[in-house]
């Protein structure tokens, strides 16, 4: 499995880090199941870099081991990019969690693919996948429809106000 660690290793003269990748390195030559991890490494100067390290056993046709191979790859830009997304999803959930506005993507045919803060008594589980024709009173489908086709076949945003409500 994955592990991972907290800050610490050293690191030789072009600042590549040694130390969690001996350890993949090591097991794999012991020839145990390949080792991975991802660890926050400090340059020696001063920059905090992620990084992940694979290794794995290598073995004849016989099975028998003849030795490892390790990769080290910078993943810090990754890592980085990860950490501001789920801090901006965070911000988007503390600010529409309370609002009255759902929020959704439906594909070409119109199924909900995502719906955020789902109303008329919906939940995620019960919109995805669906259409308007499978959650609304027929007589609200085409307006709905049509205003969400208006967009689409525009390329521009549609502005209107709908009635909606949901069978019974």
């Known amino acids: 499995g994955l592990e991972s660690d907290p800050v610490g290793a050293s690191w030789d003269a072009r600042g590549e880090p040694i130390a969690k990748s001996r350890y993949a390195l090591m097991r794999a030559l012991r020839g145990e199941q390949a080792a991975e991890l991802e660890a926050l ?70 199924r909900y693919t995502w719906v955020y803060n789902p109303k008329l008594g919906l939940t995620v589980e019960s919109t995805i996948g669906r259409t308007e024709a499978e959650l609304l009173e027929p007589a609200y489908v085409a307006p709905v429809v049509a205003a969400k086709r208006r967009a689409m076949a525009t390329g521009r945003p549609v502005r209107e106000e709908v009635a909606a409500a949901r069978p019974g």
């Open 41 to 110: 490494y400090q340059a020696p100067d001063g920059r905090r870099l992620w990084i992940h390290v694979a290794a794995e056993p290598m073995r004849d046709e016989a099975g028998v081991l003849t030795g490892a191979v390790c990769v080290v790859r910078d993943i810090d830009e990754e890592r980085r990019a990860e950490l501001a997304l789920r801090e901006s999803l965070e911000r988007f959930r503390v600010a529409l969690g309370n609002s009255p506005t759902a929020v959704f993507e439906q594909d070409r045919d119109l």
